[in-house]
Structures are given as structure tokens and as C-alpha cells.
Nanobody
């Protein structure tokens, strides 16, 4: 089994930056894609970004393209999300997810199942 823990959330003003981290433990030897979801109050879960196990496949939703950068350090079993030029609409609980597969194909499907989820880290952007 894989467990993940997120960190790095906080309260910032619009235009500022945050870097989220997600550290995996347990059965981390298998290759797997990882990604970030977010859920704002009163809204459904939204897939934000995904990165393949090799880091060759990287995908974002349109609303964060050019502002967010996903990366991973497999030697540290850690996933990152650098968020720049934050906007009030980015306010949400951010969750790290570990896929069952090593590529991102299928990551965006609402029916997709995941190997593990984190507890979330809150990002609040004041305008």
C-alpha cells in the first residue's frame, strides 16, 4: 500500500505563490503517475494536474496553465505543485492522488480509481 501526505498550503494574497508537496511512503517501488485535485467549498472535486512516473507526461487543466508547474522527485518519493500568480478562484483544499498506472491517461475521468489519496492541504487566496 501507498500512503501520501500533503503539505505547503496556506493563506496568501492574490498574485503570490505557494509550493505544495506530497510525500509518498509504503510501497513506492512500483512506477505510478501522480496528480493533484482540488475542491472548493460547495463545489465538486476538480482534477488539476497529472505527471507520469517518468515525468515525460505532464498535463494541466486550462485554468492553471502557465501559472502552475507540477514536478516530482522519485528519489524522494515526493510530488510538487508550484503555484504562481494565485487567484481567488484557486482557493480550495488540494489533494494529492496516486494512480494505479504509470501514465496520466484516464486521470481526468470522474470514474477513475486511485491507489491512494492524501488528507489535503488548504490553499486560501485573498483578493
Amino acid at each position: 500500500q501507498v500512503q501520501v501526505v500533503e503539505s505547503g498550503g496556506g493563506l496568501v494574497q492574490a498574485g503570490e505563490s505557494l509550493r505544495l508537496s506530497c510525500t509518498a511512503s509504503g510501497s513506492t517501488a512500483d512506477p505510478y503517475a501522480m496528480g493533484w485535485f482540488r475542491q472548493a467549498p460547495g463545489k465538486g472535486r476538480e482534477a488539476v494536474s497529472c505527471i507520469s512516473s517518468s515525468s515525460l507526461g505532464i498535463h494541466y487543466i486550462d485554468s492553471v496553465k502557465g501559472r502552475f508547474t507540477i514536478s516530482r522527485d522519485n528519489s524522494k518519493s515526493t510530488l510538487y505543485l508550484q503555484m504562481n500568480n494565485l487567484k481567488s478562484e484557486d482557493t480550495a483544499m488540494y489533494y494529492c492522488a496516486v494512480r494505479l498506472y504509470d501514465v496520466c491517461s484516464g486521470f481526468w475521468s470522474p470514474a477513475e480509481r486511485f491507489r491512494a489519496w492524501g488528507q489535503g492541504t488548504q490553499v486560501t487566496v485573498s483578493s
